[in-house]
């Protein structure tokens, strides 16, 4: 079946402006994360929703990151005015949630955004 | 608070010889653990995950997992190398009682195959 899907592939675009990376997760998958991969910080967790409880927001670096789930599938993660540390991989996953840690994230491809 | 270690940031090995990414985890709790394969310009793609049910785990493309929590570590093992098999390799934790099962990564290990 199909797999996480995230648009666009890549993205540039210079700084100060605002930008938008969409998520499509695993139909069915209630569960849905946003980590980021840059070359100085690895791989760190962003956001996650689960249904339609408040997402955790716990590691969005400042409030000019954003991000919304609409009926409780595709979500978007909005960053604005970005800044040149913004340039990194945007990946996205889905679970089921059953409540377990053991749940496996099924991982999109990334959006890769370069921030000039 | 969890923490994972990954102690060698680059392996090399030649096709055919067995592979080890060592990795340290740090957990509160009894915790769930994975390894996560990344090939140049893909997407993270599950190798295999310690559910508690067995201490050794066996995941796709011949690799297998140890769960030593005298050790608190998770190696990662292959008998034979294949070229396939360069690629950047993640060591992840997922605590139970952190809520959403948010992951924490390891610092990745980038595998050479020398041919």
């Known amino acids: 079946g199909a797999g996480v899907s995230q648009s666009p592939s890549n993205k540039v675009t210079e700084k100060g402006k605002d930008v938008e990376l969409r998520c499509d997760p695993i139909s069915g998958h209630t569960a849905l994360y946003w980590y980021r991969q840059s070359l100085g910080q690895g791989l760190e967790f962003l956001i996650y929703f689960q249904g339609n409880s408040a997402p955790d927001k716990s590691g969005l670096p400042s409030d000019r990151f954003s991000a919304e789930r609409t009926g409780g599938s595709v979500s978007t993660l909005t960053i604005q005015r970005t800044q040149q540390e913004d340039s990194a991989v945007y990946l996205c996953?889905?679970?089921?949630?059953?409540?377990?840690?053991?749940?496996?994230?099924?991982f999109g491809p990334g959006t890769r955004l370069t921030v000039l | 608070a969890q923490s994972v270690t990954q102690l060698d940031s680059h392996v090399s090995v030649s096709e055919g010889t067995p592979v080890l990414l060592r990795c340290n985890y740090s957990?509160?709790?009894?915790?769930?653990l994975f390894w996560y394969v990344q090939h140049p310009n893909k997407g993270l793609q599950l190798l295999l995950k310690y559910t508690s049910a067995a201490t050794l785990v066996k995941g796709i493309n011949g690799f297998e997992a140890e769960f030593k929590k005298s050790e608190t570590s998770f190696h990662l093992t292959k008998p034979s190398a294949h070229m396939s098999d360069a690629a950047e390799y993640f060591c992840v934790v997922s605590d139970p009682f952190t809520a959403g099962n948010k992951l924490t990564f390891g610092g990745g290990t980038r595998v050479l195959v020398k041919p």
């Open positions: 957990s509160s709790y009894s915790p769930s």
């Open positions: 996953a889905s679970s089921l949630f059953s409540g377990a840690s053991t749940d496996t994230q099924y």
